[in-house]
Each structure stands twice: as C-alpha cells, then as structure tokens.
C-alpha cells in the first residue's frame, strides 16, 4: 500500500527545476525542494544551482557525514524520481564510502594538523628572526624562502579545514580557517570556499569549473577561442587579439606566470570581499586580511634596501609558485567538457578530470596530501592522512569499471602539461581564428 501512495516525477520534470528560486534535487530518489534554502547553503548557493534539476546522491555522499541526513526531511516534497537507477560504479563507490565511515577513517586525522600548525609557528619565528635579527643578505634570502614554504603548508590546513573539522569545535575551525588563510596567507578563506567547492563539484568543466578559466594568460583547450561563457562568473571569457598573443606563447610563460599568481589572489580576495555578492563571516575575513596586510609590509620594510625587498618578495613568491604549480599539474592536461556537472557520472568526471602526483611517503607533508588528487576529489572529507592509504582501492575500482586513474611523476606531470599548453598555443597562432576587442580587465579574471 505504501508503495501505490508514492508520488512520481520523472527526470525529465525535476530538470525544470534547476535554477535560483526554483531549485529542486533528488537524494537516494527522493525529490527535495532547496529553492529558498540554497543561499545558507554551508557549501554555496553554487554547488547546489551547478547540479539542479538532477540526482545528487553521490555528491552529497561524498561531502556530507551521515548525521547530515536528518537535515533533509524539511525540504522533502513527497515526490520520488520515477526512473530513479543507481550505477554499478555509484554502487560500489558508495560501498566504499560507507566502509570508510564503519571503520572510522573520516575521523582519524592523526595529528597532522597539530604538526603541520607547530611547524608553520616555528618557520614564522625563525622568517621574523632571519629579516630582524640578522644583518646578512644570505639570511634574508633564507627567510624569504622559508616564508613561502610556510605559505604552502598554512594553505594546507586553511585546504583541510574547509573540507573537513580540523580541530575540537567549529568555532576552533573557524579559527584556524581565518588564522592559517586570512592572516597567514592574505588569501581569505571565503574566496577560496567559493571558488573551490565549485571546482569539487565542476571538475575541469570549461564553463563551470573557475580552475580553468584563465583567459587571457592560460586556456588549457581551443574550445576557450570561441568565447565561451562563464557560468561561474556570468560573463564570456573573450577571446580577442591580447589572448591570442599571450595564449600563443603560454608554454613558455607558464612558470613565470605561476610566480607571480599570488598577486590574482589577492586581487580576487579584495573584489569578493568588498563585492555585493553574500559572503559568509566578511567582517572576519576582512579583519583577518587586514592583518596580513599590518605584518607582510612592516616585515618587508625592516629590510635594509629596496634591493633587497624586491629579492624578498620575489623569492617568498617563486617557492609558493610550486604550490599554484601543482594544482595546475593535477587537472591541465587532464579530460575536460563542456557544460554543467552530471549527477548520474559524477564519479566518472571526477576520475577523468584528476591526475595523480606519485612521490614517496616522506614527501607527502610537501604536497599536503594532494599529490592524491583523485582520492581526494572522490572522498573530499577524508583526512589526508588516510589518502595514501585508501588509493589501492580506488585504483582497483578503477580498474573494475574501465576508468582512468593516471599517476605521473613529477617530472611526467610537467611534461604533459607543458604539452597540454603547447598544443593550444600552436593552435592560437592560427590567425584565421576570429578575434574581438581587447578587454584588458579580463587579465584579472574579476567578478561584479
């Protein structure tokens, strides 16, 4: 009886529903209507708005704990998917991560954070020491090299905190978000949030995943010479005769380019948080970015010359640049497509847009654990402690279901890359491409 009083709708009629103010998903076949709900969103009106209309279970599956579930009834509408099918790789994908949460591998976090937080205090003593305290050239050096490093491994945790409860309380991880990010880095925590919970969600989508809309300095395919439109931004990337020229030698200013990338960030931080838009915790955030911005400039000035400010600088950024480096190497030459994220093969794209950095064990504190980039994009609240652990089987799941797992070297990474940007560069020299008018302010990537 229970089962003739269920109400049906068809994946034709839930798609739509899949806009602002109108937005409806299904979970495990049961049709939820988040219209009004999705701006409190924790993860972004974003994610929910790139996925409307459709079956969602296996990203909520993969960024939701369990308790999560009880949240849901509210915004039941009585209505299950009629053609509702789960996948043989869905199947075997939510085993996983249903034996991940018996055995208690999202919360065992061994640590790390505690290291990785007591080496960031200790390198920042001993930069403060290195600029103040001595009078060498040499030390100074050190110091500004040093500080990138610590860039690096406080991004780290800012990275882990988002994704999961990095320390005792929420508060606590709160916290260490604005501490490691906001005050640390000059980085908030709040673009990031944005930005990367729709990269998770859109992996290497062309339109939807903002990672790879670097126009006018980077397009990773051809297919950004047709002015696409950012769903992310809401406006056309431009392909016009100052993309053409710099996108043509693009294999050769990549690196260049990644030492100076801190600069865009810090320019995105600053449109966010002054912007228009909903930004949760702006007063926080704001505050956190004024403290970067009292001790990054008192700290440079205790340099004795502009000489050596600049070399500061300069060397702080280029260390730092292996980190921009790295997440480019695990997604530029990976699979790309147009168009919005698909709930029925979300663990297929997240498989195709990835690529692994192999390394030994004792390198995975310089990586920050996401050398296992599809590890964690398939299972983004697993402690990264646990991603080395937990890649045999995803690499056999792979295996079973035909899907790419590609684990390259470092070098390997580059290469392909490289080659991935030289493609695309020989291919905008082709002046029959057709091109509009220069839109110098596109070089930022900025946003209203």
Partial sequence: MEGQNKKYISSEELKEHNKSGDLWISIQGKVYNVSDWAKDHPGGEVPLLNLAGQDVTDAFIAYHPGSAWKYLDPFFTGYHLRDFKVSEVSKDYRKLVSEFAKVGLFEKKEHVTLYTLSSVAVMFSIVVYGVIGCNSVWAHLGAALLLGLLWMQSTYVGHDSGHYEVMSSPGYNKLAQILCGNCM????????????????ISCNSLDYDPDLQHIPVFAVSTRFFNSIKSCFYGRKLVFDSLSRFLISYQHFTFYPVLCFAR????????????SRRKVPDRAFNIMGILVFWVWFPLLISSLPNWGERVMF?????????????????????????????????????QTGGTLDISCSSWMDWFFGGLQFQLEHHLFPRLPRAQLRKISPLVIDLCKKHNLPYRSLTFVEANLWT???????????????????????WEAFNTHG
Avoid at 263 to 274: A, D, E, K
């Fill in 263 to 274: 600069v865009n960030l810090y320019l995105q931080t600053l449109l966010l948080l002054f």
């Fill in 185 to 200: 880095t000059g980085i908030s925590i709040a673009w990031w949030k944005w930005t990367h919970n729709a990269h998770h």
């Fill in 418 to 440: 490289l080659k991935t940007l030289r493609t695309a560069a020989l291919q905008a020299r082709n002046l029959s491409n057709p091109s509009s008018q220069n839109l110098l």
């Fill in 313 to 349: 600088v300069l060397a702080s950024f280029a260390v730092c640049s292996i980190q921009h480096l790295q997440f480019c190497l695990n997604h530029f030459s990976a699979d790309v497509y147009e168009g919005p994220p698909n709930g029925n093969d979300w663990f297929e794209k």
